[in-house]
């Protein structure tokens, strides 16, 4: 078990890493690609569920974005963890784990960054690709470690980063389709867009 939570430790501190670097880094370099649109999830939510133009990003609670139903789709092992908000750099986090299709660990989490519009995202060497989800504007980042952070803008100056990691992926793709089909279900729970 010791084991376990301390391989756990190393992923999600992996993964925190990806954020910091991600989130405050110096001026981007890659290519930005327009994106033809976002996976093909399906989504529910609750009546009543859906936010209002009143509903404040600082009162969304980033483990309430993903039902544990919601989660089970993408291989998660139990409830979304409080992340480490101070490593992230983000106002508030959570994190999932579990496996992949071909049994490979997968770590993804949801970030909310209220002081952080979707323009800052940097690349860092991986490609950006801008795009949409349903209408919201959106970032899409591969990055050189085959991870994939998707951003939703929420207004010009905050965001809601849906971060995936799949260890022993060659490459990003897999963990871009899970993260735009993550990104797909919690959009409309977020407050409308403001331009």
Do not use: Y
Not at 82 to 92: C, I, K, L, N, R
Not at 98 to 127: H, K, M, P, W
Not at 131 to 137: F, I, L, Y
């Amino acid at each position: 078990m010791t084991a376990v939570k301390n391989s756990l430790s190393a992923l999600l501190a992996t993964v925190a890493g990806a954020f910091l670097v991600v989130g405050c880094s110096s001026p981007q370099t890659g290519q930005a690609v327009p994106s033809t649109g976002s996976g093909a999830a399906s989504s529910t939510s609750a009546a009543g569920s859906s936010p209002t133009a009143n509903t404040s990003l600082a009162s969304i609670k980033p483990c309430d974005l993903l039902t544990s139903q919601e989660a089970a789709q993408f291989k998660a092992q139990g409830p979304g963890q409080v992340g480490d908000t101070q490593a992230s750099g983000s106002t508030s986090a959570c994190g999932w784990h579990g496996r992949s299709a071909d049994d490979s660990s997968v770590s993804f989490g949801i970030d909310i960054r209220a002081s952080q519009g979707v323009d800052e995202l940097r690349a860092n060497g991986g490609t950006i690709t801008d795009g949409k989800v349903n209408s919201r504007t959106a970032r899409q980042l591969q990055t050189v470690n085959a991870g994939c952070i998707l951003t939703l803008a929420v207004t010009p100056n905050s965001r809601v980063d849906v971060s995936v990691v799949v260890a022993a992926s060659p490459n990003a793709t897999e963990a871009c389709q899970i993260a735009s089909n993550i990104a797909t279900i919690i959009e409309p729970k977020l407050p409308p867009e403001a331009k």
